[in-house]
């Protein structure tokens, strides 16, 4: 226990003891151990804050500080063999968690995080739904006989309506294979009862989305190669179907519903099919005009609202975070946080908001900042500042050690607009090896601009790193996210050595580089090495797919967690038929082409991994072995599709730091 100020000074006090200048680049362990402030979250009236964080100790804990006159600290609540995971208000009162434990590995975190509740002192924690696998709490109601099962999962949790009394969050059943929704229900978080919420299910419902008050408006379903979105307005019980389309062909997205009962969507409306932002138009069935666009980028954000759920600005993001207020009480402090932390992306989030008596929270970042929190009080305790310091997100990090990030927007061989980012120590001469840091996914957006710890790391160790958001990445327009359908090795490939030659005639890449990626970067690294052998001078592929066929087709002598449903309805479309497309899949498999292979390689693999197999490395490795060509190899037990054991994160960053400065020279 202590008071919110002096649990400030002892993080500021670790600030201080962090800044010591360093000769020598930052251990591994600096940039890859747990931050240690992972989150922090107001109460629903501001009065409080609940912190996520390690407080010292080897697990992630929940702490909660009073912001008002004398205010006090409590906690930190810890488990010995877990960490706590999601964290939110229910009230004022209440708070509720997850729990999971990865000291494992990523691949066994010994079943569902389950759901807990626990007051702000620490005091009545209770466990609400069981979870699949061994318990955390030795201490606590846990009451076995009134737990939901494993196979529930927390929705949403209401605001809360001035003058009631809320304890009860809104939970969703699904069906043991996890493909399906069932039944949603009310929980109460003090006794554990539960009641029906009287909504239908629809046939084939994979998702919700509910509005502030906790009321189901939307269903997502999905059968066969089809989905649909269905709409229960206000005072409503029957379903309406907003569309129905072919899995990959949606019309438009949901974005949210407010408590007034208006959808809000995202649709293609740019030159290049960038997605903006609209409200719904009932009468017209059809997305009414933009309320806001972001060009060059597909619109990914939201409406902020109070807590009255009156709209206050929309908050997206471009290459970076961006807030548009409308509310003139949020446009001045927005400019003073801007202000008193400049150059750097500060973003609010606030109670009792534009109110004379408003309390705000302030994370603020940068591409060398991991983050910083602050307190802003309109009305402060007597004695404090309007702003008060709460911590840093990393504290060993020393920001203006760090590598600066930018977005460059070029064109690749065909024409096609790629935007590349572009890490690097600020001041650096010339032009210097280079690392080609290839994202996973493949249909997800690469990065956005801020602290990340991969390239961070590779840039501390004298590369420029490039992170090409080729044609296939979301985030950059309808065009460029169907662009890379059916182009696993080829144009997707050709976009990523587009970068690279792009950067070396800039000046920025020396003609020393090396190629790395996990996932579909790892993929990507095998078929760089295969595609363009004199661009590179080595790869390091890490839970890579390998045998391309393997991961299309699926076998019934390799496990793994693709369902057949995206088999049959996304991965035949998006990547090829296993049939039809056999001669393509084994013309761009680096299973089958890695004869073609003449630079050293770095294979690294979680040996418990489901969404690319342990064999995928097996045979990479076989297939390299036969060719002459043997790769270093590193596997790690219990670890899934990343690695979660910091041992393990650090021994594999080790590892690929001397394996890169061994071809590269840096």
């Known amino acids: 226990m202590g008071d919110f100020k002096g649990w400030a000074a002892v993080i500021t006090g670790l600030l201080l003891c962090a800044g010591v200048a360093r000769a020598a680049p930052p251990p591994a362990e600096v940039f890859f151990k747990d931050p240690d402030i992972v989150g922090a ?41 877990a960490d706590i995971g999601q964290v939110q208000w229910v009230n004022d009162e209440r708070l509720v968690f997850t729990a999971v434990d990865l000291s494992d590995g990523s691949g066994r975190p010994n079943g569902a995080p389950g ?35 494993w196979n529930h999962r927390l929705l949403a949790v209401p605001r809360p309506q001035p003058g009631q009394r809320n304890d009860e969050v809104l939970m969703v059943a699904f069906t043991a294979d996890e493909r399906r929704l069932e039944r949603p229900l009310w929980l109460d978080t003090r006794t554990g009862r539960t009641r029906p919420t009287g909504v239908s299910v629809p046939p084939d419902t994979v998702g919700w989305v509910a509005d502030g008050r906790g009321e189901l408006r939307v269903a997502l379903t999905r059968r066969e190669g089809r989905r649909a979105a269905l709409w229960r307005g206000p005072g409503r019980q029957d379903w309406q179907t907003l569309y129905e389309s072919e899995v990959l062909d949606p019309p438009f997205g949901i974005n949210a519903v407010d408590d007034a009962g208006q959808l809000y969507v995202t649709h293609a409306a740019g030159p290049a099919g960038e997605t903006v932002l609209s409200r719904y138009d009932f009468e017209a069935r059809a997305p009414g005009a933009p309320l806001a666009s972001a060009p060059g980028f597909d619109f990914r954000g939201r409406v902020l609202a109070d807590g009255d759920g009156a709209a206050l600005g929309v908050r997206a993001v471009t290459d970076r975070e961006t807030t548009v207020w409308q509310n003139a009480a949020m446009q001045a402090l927005q400019q003073q946080a801007d202000e008193r932390m400049p150059g750097r992306v500060n973003s ?26 602050w307190l802003y009080q309109a009305q402060p305790p007597d004695g404090e500042a309007h702003w008060r310091p709460v911590g840093r997100v990393r504290i060993d990090i020393e920001p203006a050690g760090m590598a600066q990030m930018e977005l460059q927007r070029i064109q690749a061989r065909d024409g096609r607009d790629l935007p590349v980012w572009i ?39 004298g590369y420029v790193v490039i992170e090409p958001e080729f044609r296939g990445s979301t985030g950059y327009g309808r065009a460029h996210f169907r662009a890379g359908f059916r182009q696993f090795g080829q144009a997707m490939q050709d976009d990523v050595a587009d970068a690279l030659r792009w950067a070396q005639a800039q000046g920025i890449a020396s003609d020393k580089a090396c190629i790395a990626g996990a996932s579909y970067g790892g993929y990507s690294t095998l078929m760089g090495l295969v595609n363009d052998p004199g661009l590179y ?121 001397a394996f890169l400065a061994r071809y590269l020279e840096p």
């Open 41 to 81: 979250v107001l109460s629903p009236s501001g009065r409080k804050l609940a912190l996520r964080g390690a407080f010292g100790g080897g697990r992630i804990g929940l702490g909660v500080a009073d912001l008002g006159p004398g205010g006090k600290v409590s906690g930190p609540l810890q488990f010995k063999d």
């Open 115 to 149: 759901l807990f509740a626990v007051n702000p002192d620490g005091s009545e924690l209770r466990q609400l739904v069981r979870r699949l696998g061994r318990p955390f709490i030795g201490s606590g109601d846990s009451r076995q006989a009134q737990l939901l099962d």
């Open 348 to 373: 609010i989030s606030c109670r009792r908001c534009a109110r004379p008596d408003m309390v705000a929270l302030v994370r603020s970042y940068s591409d060398g900042e991991p983050g910083r929190f």
């Open 423 to 461: 890490t690097r120590r600020p001041g650096a001469a010339g032009p210097l090896p280079a690392v080609v840091l290839v994202h996973g996914g493949p249909w997800v957006r690469g990065n956005t601009w801020g602290w990340h710890a991969q390239a961070q790391f590779l840039a501390s160790r």
């Open 537 to 657: 001078r080595c790869g390091v592929a890490w839970v890579a797919v390998t045998d391309l066929d393997l991961y299309v087709a699926g076998s019934w002598w390799v496990r793994d967690d693709i369902s057949d449903w995206g088999r049959q309805y996304q991965l035949r479309d998006m990547v090829g038929d296993p049939v039809r497309d056999a001669a393509m899949i084994a013309a761009h498999s680096p299973v089958q082409q890695a004869a073609r292979i003449k630079a050293p390689v770095l294979l690294a693999f979680g040996e418990a991994d489901l969404r690319v197999p342990l064999a995928h490395g097996e045979r990479m490795r076989r297939a390299l072995r036969e060719a002459g060509n043997e790769p270093a190899w590193v596997s790690y037990p219990g670890e899934g599709h990343g690695f979660a054991v910091l041992k393990h994160r650090v021994d594999f960053a080790e590892r690929m730091e």
